[in-house]
């Protein structure tokens, strides 16, 4: 069996609606490139995986028994993979007809990138600014903190958000989007996949990180686009909070070294101090402000657990 060019790995856990859009915009392009379509779903408990089987039996369809996370997710797809290329692709996407190919076509053409990725945009049409610089000790104090909201801080996080760019024209990035993400399937292979100690975010950022210390450039490209429904695919996590600041947490130790975690961890207790005004001005029944305070310390409590 001749292998294909691309391998396009779909995470699917609890988003049926919008899994199943994502593959009928699949099943919609006809691809210049010989493809072929992986579905993780990640114990799924909404019949996502039987909708799938049912509605789009042209994908390879994994049941997993449970949630493996993004990484985990990835990386399963990536070794059951054949293509040349691989594609991680958010379930909450629509992807335009040529699309896929114009980015595989540009890693084609020039071997020195290590990855591409597209514009995104709204339903709408309307453009996601979604590129950011890698996050640095400064970012972690100042990212959705009252330091952020004055001068320098709010510099700071302007810098990290990539507000001087808009997003409009093609250029080198740290970190697009990882929504849609093409690397060579080798290369992601042989620099060990998504890091599965950052179960659900900050994993995409590791990658970019680790290609570009290895001197492979990464591309957006402004004239491929990509609807993306932001964040849909991951607001039914019950826990998101408690996992993105743990993610941050060890993404900040892997590539700072443990001495930075006594930092951070004052940063998670002063951003848990803020949010404890917040709700006392929030809440004026006394039983919803105790119930409030009693699930921001269990919080608290659980990001900062060894």
Known sequence: MTAP????VVL????????LACLRALQRDTAR???????????????????????HPWVQLVRNPDNRGYAGGHNQGARMARGTFLCTLNSDTEVAPGALDALVDFL???????AVAPMLVHPDGSVQRACMRFPGLLTALCYDTWVGKVWPGSWVEA????????????????????????????????????DEN???????????????????????LADVQ?????????????????????????????????????????????????????????YRDPGDLRSALAD?????REILAP
Request: proline share 3%.
């Open 5 to 8: 060019k691309l391998s396009v």
């Open 12 to 19: 699917s856990w609890n988003t049926k609606d919008i899994t």
């Open 33 to 55: 490139h010989e493809r072929e379509v992986l579905v993780i779903d990640n114990g799924s408990h909404d019949g996502s995986a039987d909708a799938v089987a049912s509605e």
């Open 108 to 114: 084609e053409a020039d071997p020195t990138y290590g």
């Open 159 to 194: 810098r990290y958000y990539m507000r001087d760019f808009d997003h409009l024209s093609s250029r080198d990035v740290a970190q697009p989007p990882g929504a849609v993400f093409v690397i060579r399937r080798q290369e992601y292979l042989d620099l060990g996949g998504l």
């Open 198 to 220: 950052l179960f659900l975010f900050f994993n995409d950022v590791d990658l970019c990180r680790r290609l570009w210390k290895m001197r492979r450039r990464i591309r957006y």
């Open 226 to 282: 990509v609807v993306h429904h932001g964040g849909a695919s991951t607001k039914g996590y019950g826990d998101f909070i408690v996992v993105w600041h743990r993610n941050r947490l060890a993404y900040y130790r892997k590539h700072y070294g443990p001495w930075v975690m006594p930092y951070l961890r004052a940063i998670v207790r002063m951003r848990a101090l803020q949010e404890r005004f917040a709700l006392r001005r929030r």
């Open 296 to 300: 921001l310390a269990r919080c608290r």
